[in-house]
């Protein structure tokens, strides 16, 4: 069976320190990956997602970088953190290829504080 | 563009009673729709989709959705409500592209 695993599940880390959470999946392979932001009251936002390896779609502009090292391995990463990076951070996977549209499975967050 | 719009992001229920959550989409073409539940410092949990077929759709835990694509809805409904059922509640829309789009989510609580 397949599982995605996120680490660290909490971080606390200063304002301009750099940033890494990282998410892998296993069980499957070629996985279509994503990263999302949860801010309290907000919803889920998109951040970035991934088809392949070295393909990363980003879809707002913000501080953050997404890279795919892996076929089952996503990163998200930051040089210099900002006070509004805080927030719950989630990684999740479906199927690649698209021939059948399958739900997201998401690991178990991040809980980001910049302080 | 897709978006994805629930009414109400707070919604009070008293043990034993109807749960409606409402989730409205817009869409350029025929959606694929998702129900999520969300428990305190949890990823999100999948109850139920729609993707081709029957427009009732019967999920986890006794929860069900109608797919009108008249209305343009997807709302969310359970006939009795439990105290476990308390949690957040988000609708989500996938794009042919393999996006997807949530909602900002709706708050659940459960009185007893």
């Known amino acids: 069976s397949q599982t995605i695993h996120q680490w660290p599940a909490t971080l606390v880390q200063p304002v301009g320190s750099p940033l890494s959470l990282e998410c892998t999946v296993e069980g499957t392979s070629n996985p279509n990956l994503y990263w999302y932001r949860q801010a309290a009251g907000r919803g889920l936002q998109l951040l970035f997602y991934?088809?392949?390896?070295?393909?990363i779609s980003s879809e707002v502009p913000q501080n953050l970088s997404a890279s795919r090292p892996q076929d089952r391995q996503f990163i998200l990463s930051s040089k210099k953190l900002l006070l509004s990076d805080s927030g719950f951070y989630l990684c999740?996977?479906?199927?690649?290829?698209?021939?059948?549209?399958?739900?997201?499975?998401f690991g178990n967050g991040t809980r980001l504080t910049v302080t | 563009a897709q978006s994805v719009t629930q009414l109400g992001s707070h919604v009070s229920v008293s043990e034993g009673a109807l749960v409606l959550l409402r989730c409205n989409y817009s869409s350029s073409v025929p959606p694929y729709l998702f129900w999520y539940v969300q428990y305190p410092n949890q990823g999100l949990q999948l109850l139920l989709k729609y993707t081709t077929g029957a427009t009732l759709v019967k999920g986890i835990n006794g929860f069900e959705a109608e797919f009108k694509k008249s209305e343009t809805s997807f709302h969310l409904t359970k006939p009795s409500a439990h105290m476990s059922d308390a949690a957040e509640y988000f609708c989500?829309?996938?794009?042919?592209?393999?996006?997807?789009?949530f909602g900002t989510g709706t708050s659940l609580t459960v009185i007893p």
């Open positions: 991934s088809v392949g390896i070295g393909q």
């Open positions: 999740a996977w479906t199927p690649g290829g698209g021939m059948f549209p399958s739900p997201l499975h």
């Open positions: 989500a829309v996938r794009t042919p592209g393999n996006q997807f789009y």
